[in-house]
Nanobody, 126 residues
Framework: QVQLAESGGGSVQAGGSLRLSCAAS????????MGWFRQAPGKEREGVAF???????GYAVFAKGRFTISQDSAKNTLYLEMNSLKPEDTAMYYC????????????????????WGRGTLVTIPS
């Protein structure tokens, strides 16, 4: 049974940093497409950052230059390093993984992923 468990959320001041973690069990990172999504109150879920089986990364426009997605095979964990946080980054952040796609596609960005975590809340007060 695949489980993805996010952690690392919290409340930090604007301009601060957080590192989100997604510990995987029953699933091997660095094999298929994995990504981070977020959903702010009253808004639709959106893709934040992705990493494919080759380690190639992709970022949403709002995340470029501020967020970094990475993986640690030894810990079987996906990370999202977030810097220069803004109030508009306030959202529930979710980790997601594909069970067979090596590369990440537009479908991945649209949320067509097979496994999801329960999320971790990030709050940046204005």
């Amino acid at each position: 049974q695949v489980q993805l468990a996010e952690s690392g959320g919290g409340s930090v001041q604007a301009g601060g940093s957080l590192r989100l973690s997604c510990a995987a069990s029953g699933y091997t990172v660095r094999r298929y497409c994995m990504g981070w999504f977020r959903q702010a109150p009253g808004k639709e879920r959106e893709g934040v950052a992705f990493i494919d089986g080759a380690g190639t990364t992709g970022y949403a426009v709002f995340a470029k230059g501020r967020f970094t997605i990475s993986q640690d095979s030894a810990k079987n964990t996906l990370y999202l390093e977030m810097n220069s946080l803004k109030p508009e980054d306030t959202a529930m952040y979710y980790c997601a993984a594909d069970r067979w796609r090596y590369g990440c596609s537009s479908a991945s960005w649209a949320g067509d992923m097979d496994y999801w975590g329960r999320g971790t809340l990030v709050t940046i007060p204005s």
